[in-house]
């Protein structure tokens, strides 16, 4: 018994197992595709393996009455097959939805379009010749493509491709290419047997919408038949003996063959990549144009292509390969409509960029603004923290210890940075401009640039940096002393700062006319292209760190004297900082 019990376990765990591997293939397939068909069959896949699993574990545990489930569970699988078969019925909508397209492989549905553009044909020429030539005629192809055996002529005069089909995985090694030559070279047979019997205008009208019912999925596979058949074919046709003769001798290009009535056998060209077949095409078309000219008649064939055939080619830059004098508007649309595009885009550009400085403009108001309320709040409280620190320190609030006296010194320095930067912040926005003409004067670059160095060599020392200078010594500046110090030294300072140990910084300041022209040069890291008109925005860092203010107030300083401030560098070879002042009034 106890055995038995063990049997019937590992049934349930087999059972289980086999559900749970099939149930995990059903989710993928429906995680995939997402068809409502298919979520009913997965909804009855789970009834049916679940009886699998429910079967031992009745028979082992539960009671006579637990065998009601099974009708249940029939009835319930049974309701969702229906429901599943329901919706894929609607889908299909008697094979013409979109889910029959989805359903049917590329390969597959490449051969029924062939089928049904072979069929026509078969149709129109059993009346003249007969079902029987016709199978002569397949039995043919099928010896020139083994790819085709298998297919017949059914007893209601269609050609029936199912045994290709049904092979399509032992012949899909060989690719749709090799379909697309044995049915080509099949279907150009049964076309020039057609034009013994009807103008070959007429087949060109047929092929012509037939080809236009093809999908677009396939279109890719038919351009080049409808080009040679429907664009060049319908001119040879109509060629005369010396002419045609004239054509046959002049074009010799691999692939194409004409025949002795101006038919074409293209089946070939697909053994060649789509650009080959493009080289081919329009090698032939520009041949045959220069020796028959026709090129009105060209483009009327041309224009007269199937709108599936027409929006690929249109695609890319076929038109604008065509010979002189063949489709010239249709090149000139093409070529206007691609610059009114490129017009488009940089109308765009330019809107897009307006827009930004307009952006850029606006914040930079709104920044002013905020800089100036925050630099004038920052202000009052500072004033009255400085008063009472230096009454701290003077002990005029009391006695103090010796680490007192330090904290407080500290504390001191603090406030003293803090406050310069206010100062900074409340240069930004502007300076008054009477007030500046009133403080300026004339003065020598050599002379600041001395007082200046006194504080900045102490920095460079530490560094063990070398400052070189070469200044005219009649080189004058005209403007506020005090200013141009600062925004000269914050220049200096940073390229202190960025220069590294052991580096070169180079002053050089020249006469220029009534002008003073004043270089600084490191040989820092330097500075990135996209970023060297950002370096004077307020608070702008970069890679630098810092506040950002020290550029930017020199930019202001510079610019309200009427004078001009750039810089230039090299990533890895430091930078350049031109200030151009005026030297006299």
Not at 174 to 185: L, N
Not at 323 to 334: Q, V
Not at 375 to 394: M, R
Request: charged fraction near 30%; charge should be positive; proline fraction near 2%.
């Amino acid at each position: 018994m106890e055995r038995s019990d063990e049997m019937k376990l590992i049934i349930v765990l087999i059972n289980a197992i086999l559900s749970i591997f099939i149930l995990s293939i059903a989710f993928k397939v429906y995680n995939i595709y997402r068809r409502k068909y298919l979520f009913w069959f997965l909804i009855s896949l789970i009834i049916i393996t679940f009886t699998f699993i429910y079967s031992p574990i009745e028979m082992l545990y539960l009671n006579q009455y637990a065998i009601i489930f099974y009708p249940v569970a029939i009835i319930l699988a049974e309701i969702t097959i229906i429901m599943a078969e329901k919706e894929l019925l609607t889908s299909l909508k008697i094979e013409k939805g979109e889910e029959y397209k989805f359903l049917i492989r590329e390969d597959i549905a490449l051969i029924r379009a062939y089928q049904k553009l072979i069929n026509h044909f078969i149709r129109r020429i059993a009346p003249f010749i007969g079902v029987k030539s016709i199978e002569n005629l397949l039995d043919e192809c099928i010896e020139k493509y083994p790819i085709l055996a298998g297919c017949y002529i059914g007893i209601d005069e269609r050609l029936i491709t199912k045994a290709v089909e049904e092979n399509i995985n032992v012949i899909r090694e060989e690719g749709k290419e090799k379909i697309c030559e044995a049915f080509t070279y099949l279907l150009s047979k049964l076309i020039d047997l057609h034009s013994a019997f009807v103008p070959y205008d007429e087949i060109a009208d047929e092929l012509r919408k037939e080809i236009g019912k093809i999908e677009r999925r396939l279109t890719k596979y038919f351009i080049y038949f409808a080009l040679f058949k429907l664009v060049i074919e319908p001119i040879l046709r109509k060629c005369k003996a010396e002419e045609l003769k004239a054509v046959r001798i002049s074009i010799d290009i691999k692939g194409i063959y004409i025949n002795k009535r101006g038919g074409l056998e293209i089946h070939q060209l697909y053994y060649y990549d789509d650009s080959e077949k493009e080289k081919k095409f329009l090698n032939f078309l520009h041949r045959l144009s220069t020796i028959l000219g026709k090129k009105e008649e060209i483009t009327n064939n041309f224009r007269n292509l199937p709108p599936n055939i027409k929006e690929e080619i249109y695609k890319h830059e076929f038109m604008s390969k065509l010979p002189k004098g063949i489709m010239e508007e249709e090149k000139i649309a093409l070529a206007s409509k691609e610059k009114l595009i490129e017009e488009l885009v940089e109308k765009k550009r330019k809107l897009e960029e307006a827009y930004m400085r307009l952006a850029e403009a606006k914040l930079d108001r709104m920044k002013s603004r905020f800089i100036d309320i925050v630099a004038h709040e920052l202000k009052t409280p500072l004033t009255a923290i400085k008063t009472y620190n230096e009454l701290l320190l003077k002990e005029k609030l009391g006695k103090l210890n010796k680490l007192q006296k330090e904290k407080l010194e500290k504390m001191a320095k603090s406030i003293e940075r803090l406050t310069n930067l206010v100062d900074d912040m409340l240069q930004i926005p502007s300076i008054d401009r009477k007030e500046l003409e009133l403080r300026k004067e004339k003065f020598y670059a050599k002379d600041l640039f001395e007082k200046m160095l006194g504080e900045i060599e102490e920095i460079s020392a530490e560094k063990k940096q070398i400052i070189e200078t070469e200044i005219d010594e009649k080189a004058t500046i005209f403007g506020d002393q005090k200013l141009i110090e600062k925004a000269i030294k914050n220049i200096l300072i940073n390229a202190v700062k960025y220069t590294p140990a052991g580096g070169k910084i180079r002053i050089r300041v020249s006469r220029n006319a009534s002008f003073s022209h004043i270089q600084i040069s490191d040989t820092g890291k330097g500075i990135r292209k996209e970023e060297l008109e950002k370096i004077f925005e307020p608070f702008y860092t970069g890679e630098g760190g810092g506040v950002g203010l020290g550029l930017a107030i020199a930019k202001n300083i510079v610019e309200s004297h009427g004078g001009k401030i750039w810089a230039e560098s090299m990533v890895g070879k430091g930078s350049t900082f031109h200030i151009v002042l005026r030297g006299e009034k």
